[in-house]
């Protein structure tokens, strides 16, 4: 089955600077990349996702880019925010609809 | 649209004793999933049905943990009998029906203290 590896596990920014958060997947026929964030005591909600025939995706401060040839994608946050601060997971997804996700980073922005 | 709905949200129970969370996903989605989320750790697989067919239950420890979907539409997982290891958030998730890989939409999860 697929494995999924991410890190770093805990990640402390000052507020203003960037985050990356690093995951790579062991299965070539996954081809849907998402990304959730979790906030203390809640559900994980979609933030930002990405397909295998993509490389980059943005959206305002979040950015996600893939590379199908390492195996490997990354979260990228810029100007982070105190309201950032949260766990993040990555996923891969394959055609059977099976998500496998990683073991989390607890990002904390610092004010 | 309503959400992926799930009971209780807490549930303290010792070990040996036997618990079961219901999900009632969102109208419409065909598949359906169930996770365990261990403090510190990602959501790990348990079962996913599809309707009331079983995809995969390979991580679904079948000696203490079953699950059922019977009209393809709520589920239950049980949990008999429990160890200090189960303690987890039990959390159910569906994506849109209609094609594959998209948003899987995870509702408030069950929380499964295990004294």
């Known amino acids: 089955g697929e494995n999924v590896e991410q890190h770093p596990s805990t990640l402390s920014v000052q507020e203003g600077d960037s985050a990356v958060i690093k995951c790579t997947y062991s299965?070539?026929?996954?081809?849907?990349f998402p990304w959730y964030k979790q906030e203390l005591g809640k559900r994980p909600q979609l933030i930002i996702d990405?397909?295998?025939?993509?490389g980059e995706k943005k959206d305002q401060r979040i950015a996600v880019t893939l590379n199908k040839t390492a195996k490997h994608f990354s979260l990228h946050i810029t100007e982070t925010q105190p309201e950032d601060s949260a766990v993040y997971f990555c996923?891969?997804?394959?055609?059977?609809?099976?998500?496998?996700f990683g073991t989390g980073t607890s990002l904390t922005v610092i004010p | 649209e309503a959400g992926v709905a799930q009971s209780p949200r807490y549930k303290i129970i010792e070990k040996r004793q036997s618990v079961a969370f219901w999900c009632n996903p969102i109208?419409?989605?065909?598949?359906l999933y169930w996770y365990q989320q261990i403090l510190g750790q990602g959501p790990k697989l348990l079962i996913q049905?599809?309707?009331?067919?079983?995809?995969?239950d390979s991580q679904l420890p079948k000696d203490r943990f079953s699950a059922e979907r019977l009209k393809g539409v709520d589920s239950t997982l049980k949990i008999q009998p429990a160890k200090l290891e189960d303690s987890a958030v039990y959390l159910c998730?569906?994506?849109?029906?209609?094609?594959?890989?998209?948003?899987?939409?995870f509702g408030e999860g069950s929380r499964l203290t295990v004294l």
């Open positions: 996923a891969a997804s394959n055609a059977g609809n099976q998500f496998y």
């Open positions: 299965d070539s026929a996954s081809n849907y």
């Open positions: 990405i397909r295998s025939n993509v």
């Open positions: 109208s419409g989605h065909a598949t």
């Open positions: 049905f599809q309707n009331n067919g079983v995809v995969d």
């Open positions: 998730a569906s994506p849109p029906s209609g094609g594959n890989t998209g948003e899987l939409f």
